[in-house]
């Protein structure tokens, strides 16, 4: 299912600074499926006139020229604070879509989170949310160390899925290959210590502990390069800090908490136990077996909570997956109050 399917969006072609990102802005609306209404308004002609909006018509896309009056979910309008104005006071019955300050972020970064944050309604607007992702990484000298193979997907993914809810997130990330979602603000961690000082900073009203933090490390970290010899090695391990149960039993402890669990099998007693012995308000399941859900754009997740229900999701693409998850989390929430 594409993004934007069903939803219809009238974007105002405004003055001359957006030109081209207007044409850039077209492209991407309509390739994310929606119906896009083009608008011009007077002074656009300057740069836009007939040849400009008949290539755009033209190039097979979900486009149509618009009325003022043309029915659509939302409205885009780039250009200066007066004609976002002006537009805003003809169509005052549709939220806008508003690009961010600089303006000078190109619009593959921002628009469909944009648009989709616009289109939710923010239900989770006000809430404060951290999210954390990705795997924690121990080193035991200074080019070595203990980690695994999350990508971080699945939290990113949920990150981006609560800011489109309207949310103010924190993304406390371990390495990844990752971007950070347009709108979430990303603190960068390596080890499972780093992670808790990260986490136990500063009161959030939701938190969603995705990543996959060590449970080990290293009892020593050596300094400088280990030079190999002929020998064996023999590391000597202790347990990390379990952050989700800390942060559970801590005045930190936010209004809902939810936890993950990767398992390999025994998936459903596994997470109820988890969930039982962190106090937790809920916890997202997953197979990790069996060429599971590490690395995968894909996932498949049992979500259980605190009153004994349960509700799957999937296999979908990690960004549906995570929109679900948020959903349940907010009827989580809604049961609590
Ligand atoms: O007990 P287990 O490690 O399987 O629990 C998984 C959950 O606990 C995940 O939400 C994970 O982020 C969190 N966790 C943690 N600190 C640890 C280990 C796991 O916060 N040291």
Sequence with gaps: MSLLSRHSLLLVIADEPAASETVAIARLLAAAGARVGLLEAPGAARWFGPAAMEQLLGEGLSMERA???????????????????AWQSHRSDLPLVQPPEPN?????????????????????????????????????????FLSNPSSGKMGYAVAEAAWIAGAEVTLVSGPTALEAPWGVRRVDVTSAAEMREAVLAERHDVVFMAAAVSDYRPVERRVGKVKKGLGTWTLEMERTP??????????????????????THDIERYAREKLRAKSLDGIVANDV???????????????????????SFGPAAKQEIAAAIVAWADGCLARKQ
């Design 67 to 85: 009325s003022e009056t043309w029915p659509a979910h939302a409205m885009v309008v780039l250009g200066g604070r007066e004609a976002r104005e």
């Design 104 to 144: 000078n972020v190109p619009a593959t970064r921002w628009l469909l989170s944009a648009v989709l944050r616009t289109l939710s309604g923010r239900p989770w607007q006000s809430r404060r949310l951290l999210v954390t992702a990705g795997p924690t990484v121990e080193h035991f000298d200074a080019v070595r």
């Design 242 to 263: 379990d952050i989700l149960a800390e942060l559970s039993a801590s005045v930190l402890r936010p209004e809902l908490l939810i936890g993950f669990a990767a398992e």
């Design 289 to 311: 077996g069996a060429g599971g859900a590490f690395g995968s754009d894909s996932n498949c997740v049992q979500c259980y909570d605190g009153a004994g229900g349960a509700v």
